[in-house]
């Protein structure tokens, strides 16, 4: 593989052509049926359903009631001088959505194979966009151990499924801040004391 290539940067290639009508309608189905929750079980402990993805060796889950929707990685229109964490843009039912990289914002850890499509998230105060190399599969969570997840500090917290499988339950909303926060806060001050720079952290 080429050096900058998707694989080896976790950074897909941006890409602006659009894909043929038949595509999206194939990922907006996808994506729909993703939606469709599967009755719960008899279980004493209430269940909440995920989108699970693979990034690298783990396995990456998205509370299922945040996915929007499902596009192919192509249409993306690239943005000059953007984050390393950012692709570019794409738009969602007349919204303009910035295009994160899944790898990127988990630590530039790197793709299996190529991401392919996009995942159109509800972040609470917007929608978000991140490249998957898969269409995501539903997981069933225990609540109880969703809500101990939430007080973790982190952007993402382990979880164990109901079928034994451990997945990195993601904050998407903490994720993103943080990835903006982190280009912000790296604004570079002069040191009275010493002929060094420091990174301002305290905004």
Request: net charge negative.
């Given at each position: ?29 996808r ?26 060796n ?17 249409m ?27 790898a ?66 993601i ?33």
């Amino acid at each position: 593989m080429t050096p900058g290539s998707g694989a080896e940067s976790g950074r897909p290639s941006a890409r602006s052509g659009g894909a043929p009508e038949f595509v999206r309608e194939i990922l907006r189905r996808r994506a729909d049926a993703l939606r469709v929750v599967p009755p719960e079980g008899r279980d004493e402990d209430t269940l909440v359903w995920v989108a699970v993805c693979s990034v690298g060796n783990g396995s990456f889950a998205f509370l299922l009631s945040a996915l929007r929707g499902i596009l192919p990685l192509g249409m993306i229109t690239p943005v000059p001088l953007a984050g390393p964490s950012v692709v570019g843009v794409t738009r969602f039912q007349g919204q303009l959505v910035t295009v994160f990289s899944l790898a990127a914002l988990l630590g530039d850890r790197s793709w299996a194979i190529d991401p392919t499509n996009l995942l159109v998230l509800d972040c609470g105060d917007g929608l978000v966009a991140v490249d998957c190399t898969e269409v995501p599969r539903s997981v069933a969570l225990p609540a109880r151990a969703l809500e101990s997840a939430r007080d973790v500090s982190g952007a993402t917290a382990p979880v164990q499924a109901t079928d034994g499988e451990v997945v990195q339950l993601i904050d998407v909303a903490r994720l993103v801040k943080d990835a903006r926060a982190s280009r912000k806060d790296r604004e570079i001050v002069p040191n009275r004391s010493e002929e060094t720079e420091v990174v301002r952290g305290d905004r």
